[in-house]
């Protein structure tokens, strides 16, 4: 038996996420992650994955996710599985920091993909991000970003 409980934690942008189980130790079928979302902050660029599900778990607070334009807030003991190649992305309105755990299945999605773009928000630190890499990281990873909102 594996056991990853001092795994580092990632910091991209405000979010700072830590990973429990990775591919390899789950031999690719699942990898799963804590997310720890500060108050009154707006997380990841909307986008979808086709090559996995993501699951994901409230802990401690509530985040609120938009899946395919609906609107669902995940609270502590409470889940919902976003399918593959559903549009989606989360956010936290309230005043108390939230805590979630994602399980993505089969596990094509790794420590890489937060540290890599972690790194293309730190280099814009002083400015926007830098769209265009975003986007490669993403799409290196699984990851498609969803088209910008015309509302």
Not at 72 to 89: L, T
Request: glycine letters at 10%.
């Amino acid at each position: 038996m594996y056991q990853t409980m001092q795994n580092d934690t990632i910091k991209v942008g405000s979010l700072r996420v830590r990973f429990l189980v990775e591919p390899a130790e789950s031999s690719g079928s699942a990898s799963v992650f804590e997310c720890y979302v500060p108050a009154n902050s707006r997380m990841p660029a909307p986008h979808s994955h086709d090559g996995f599900e993501e699951t994901i778990y409230g802990v401690e607070g509530t985040t609120i996710w938009t899946i395919d334009g609906e609107t669902i807030a995940v609270g502590p003991g409470e889940a919902i599985c976003v399918h593959r190649g559903q549009v989606h992305g989360f956010q936290n309105h309230g005043e108390v920091d939230a805590t979630f755990l994602a399980i993505a299945t089969p596990a094509m999605f790794g420590p890489a993909y937060f540290r890599e773009i972690g790194e293309v928000l730190a280099a814009s630190a002083d400015g926007p991000p830098d769209l265009a890499a975003i986007g490669e990281v993403m799409r290196c990873h699984g990851l498609t970003p969803a088209p910008p909102s015309t509302t």
